[in-house]
């Protein structure tokens, strides 16, 4: 069974500009979510997708933080402006379902913003 | 709200030694509790998790947790770590009942284990 996949796996940005991940969940797996890991801390839940609706969005800076799963599978987390504090590794993660079964980490893209 | 708490922030051990790597936890409602795993450059693994039943838990690679309830813990040990264990560790929680999610999970800081040779 294929993982989590997401691209690209690093990154490097001037501050102000735009940047966009994509991650592909596992096949199948109906709840996606996205992650921030700054370095030196755990996760942080950015966002959560249930097929292509957001089920929990309260820790999105939105004011620079977009993120999209339309057709309920593939999904890009977006962020315009950046900011050097941005810099972090956005981890995308899957589940069958939203309650019953657990998630399924990809291995992240790194971010710096310089 | 939920919040975790990892004790050591580093634990260095020496191979084949035991390990215990300390998780408390506080929160007003029920939780499952995780343990997941984070090798360099890599995504999170899941090692274990407490859902209901039993409190010890047992989980991959030889580790195994214990849910304490009264004391809001839940340490991951392992009788006799390798090499190949250097790693880092979190434990994390999320909501049980209605709006509970498996992934929606609140993290610990983390723990750096470093096994010597």
């Known amino acids: 069974e294929a993982g989590v996949a997401q691209s690209p796996r690093y990154k490097i940005i001037e501050k102000r500009q735009s940047v966009a991940f994509w991650c592909n969940p596992i096949?199948?797996?109906?709840?996606l979510y996205w992650y921030q890991q700054i370095l030196g801390q755990g996760p942080k839940l950015l966002i959560q997708f249930q097929n292509n609706g957001v089920v929990d969005d309260s820790q999105l800076p939105k004011d620079r933080f977009s993120a999209e799963r339309l057709k309920g599978v593939d999904s890009t987390l977006k962020i315009q402006p950046a900011k050097l504090e941005d810099s972090a590794v956005y981890l995308c993660?899957?589940?069958?379902?939203?309650?019953?079964?657990?998630?399924?980490f990809g291995q992240g893209t790194r971010l710096t913003v310089v | 709200a939920q919040s975790v708490t990892q004790l050591d922030s580093q634990v260095p051990v020496f191979e084949e030694a035991p390990v215990e790597l300390r998780c408390n936890y506080s929160?007003?409602?029920?939780?499952?509790l995780f343990w997941y795993v984070q090798y360099p450059n890599q995504g999170l693994q899941l090692l274990l998790k407490?859902?209901?039943?039993?409190?010890l838990v047992k989980g991959i690679n030889g580790f195994e947790a214990e849910f304490n309830k009264s004391q809001t813990s839940f340490h991951l040990r392992k009788p006799s770590v390798h090499i190949s264990d250097t790693a880092e560790y979190f434990c994390a929680v999320s909501e049980t009942g209605y709006g509970g999610s498996q992934g929606n999970l609140i993290f610990g800081k983390g723990t750096k284990l470093s096994v010597k040779p």
């Open positions: 407490y859902l209901s039943g039993s409190t």
């Open positions: 929160s007003s409602v029920s939780v499952y």
């Open positions: 993660a899957s589940s069958l379902d939203q309650v019953r079964t657990e998630a399924f």
């Open positions: 096949s199948g797996h109906a709840t």
